[in-house]
């Protein structure tokens, strides 16, 4: 069986139009813009008006990418939609998604990997392309990060932000395409970033509510240093694995949870700034939405090009590491969107 290549062939990003800046958690718990901005490079991010579910980020995201292609939803084959905040444990935000896309034809499922969602999900989707049995697949990431943030821990809560960003897969014939994945988990590592209740272990109860266990739990410094190790360690085995050296990297899309994260795997792989992609300064950390917020960026920035060879990684909690390489293959694109 000859294997096709998936292509990226579309992209949508949606972030909701409210903005909470620094200023304004300043007012809600013990913190300063200044150390906001300095430990972690955020100055404001977007969040929803509460009551606003995951899959309606994802469908607006999902619709942008539809809409530039001029794909219509009923030719969809697969829907994979990673995210950490489904509208509810089930079903599937997928499920809620393709009912309001009006995707007739698709099927889907969610994928839960944090921030290393979207990775995993675009290896899913990919897999399905290249074996021959889809010709569309629509990868979504999505995250409505304040609908499980605890508003008195000044030390998580001022770290994320809501979004999505989605993509079209298809196959092609040519150079262009997902190259190779490399994914890891670290299972021993699940605790140090987490939702403590609210899945069988320990169902929703008045206790768990009381605790405050259905929100965000970090060891920050922790998964700082580990997502420094990794985030780095991962760009470096999957373009050894390939045969690529990083000057030859065209851009480099790291998952923006902290910017000293990023700038540490920019330095230990020896890239220039100009070959990285920021908005964190804009978003926060939206989770499994961070790497196609990021593409969009760089669409916007006009520094993607057909061609150019795309590093993406991501490390999140689990512990999820995640390395994608594409050659990217070009996308129609609106910046006002
Ligand atoms: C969370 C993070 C920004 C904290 O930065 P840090 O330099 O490690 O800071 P520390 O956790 O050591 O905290 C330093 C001090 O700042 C305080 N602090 C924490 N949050 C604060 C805030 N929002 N405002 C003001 N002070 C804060 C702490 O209480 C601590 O005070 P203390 O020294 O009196 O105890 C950083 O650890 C981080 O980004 N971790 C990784 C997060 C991440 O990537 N998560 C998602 C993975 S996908």
Known sequence: MSLKRARITALGRYVPERVMTNADLER?????????????GIRERHVVEPGTPCSELAVRAARMALELSGVSPD???????ATVTPDMPFPSTACLVQDKLKATRAWGFDISAACSGFLYALT?????????AHRKVLVI???????????????TCVLFGDGAGAVLLEPGEGEDG???FLH??????GSFLHMPAGGSARPASHETVDARMHFVRQDGGHVFKYAVRKMADVSRHILDRTGFTAEQVDLFVAHQANLRIIDAAKERLGLPEAKVVKNIDRYGNTTAATIPLALATAMDEKRLKPGDLVLMASVGAGFTVGSVLVRWSGVPWSASS
Request: hydrophobic residues 40%.
């Open 178 to 180: 997902i190259l190779d």
């Open 184 to 189: 890891e988990v670290d299972g021993s590592g």
């Open 28 to 40: 809600i718990v013990d913190t300063s813009d200044e150390w906001i901005r300095t430990r972690t």
């Open 124 to 132: 899913q989707g990919a897999a399905f392309i290249q074996t021959g």
């Open 75 to 81: 030719e969809i084959d697969l829907i994979i939609v």
């Open 141 to 155: 990431g999505a995250d409505v990060m304040t609908s499980i943030l605890d508003y008195k821990d000044r030390a």
